[in-house]
Nanobody, 130 residues
Framework: QVQLVVSGGGLVQPGGSLKLSCAVS???????????MAWFRQAPGKVREFVST??????????TLAESVKGRFTIFRGSAKNTIHLHMNNVYPEDTAVYYC??????????????????WGQGTQVTVSS
């Protein structure tokens, strides 16, 4: 059984920074290198939207970001192989949402729909406010 545990989140002022982390365990691929990992977010009254995804392998590292966060957010693999992070810089009030980590077995494709992902972590609230 694959489990994703999310940490980070909280209250941050506009223009500030925050880091979210997601640790993967269990399943047939015990490390995040076996999976596509992604971050989604959902604001009150809105649908869950894509933020970022990364394909990891032993030799390559690549990622995609939603247009709304390009130049501000970065997704990267942690020093622990089973962990990814979302570094949020220069945050806006409209970044306020519950953020979710998701995973799917890596098939070489970037996927951006929530329905493409099989495993989900618990959400963490990010509130951008002065």
């Amino acid at each position: 059984q694959v489990q994703l545990v999310v940490s980070g989140g909280g209250l941050v002022q506009p223009g500030g920074s925050l880091k979210l982390s997601c640790a993967v365990s269990g399943g047939s691929g015990p490390t995040s290198s076996t999976y596509n990992m992604a971050w989604f977010r959902q604001a009150p009254g809105k649908v869950r939207e894509f933020v970022s995804t990364t394909r990891l392998s032993e030799t390559t590292y690549s990622s995609t970001l939603a247009e709304s966060v390009k130049g501000r957010f970065t997704i990267f693999r942690g020093s622990a192989k089973n962990t990814i992070h979302l570094h949020m810089n220069n945050v806006y009030p409209e970044d306020t949402a519950v953020y979710y980590c998701a995973a799917r077995l890596d098939d070489g494709n970037y996927m951006q729909r929530p329905t493409d992902y099989d495993y989900w972590g618990q959400g963490t609230q990010v509130t951008v406010s002065s």
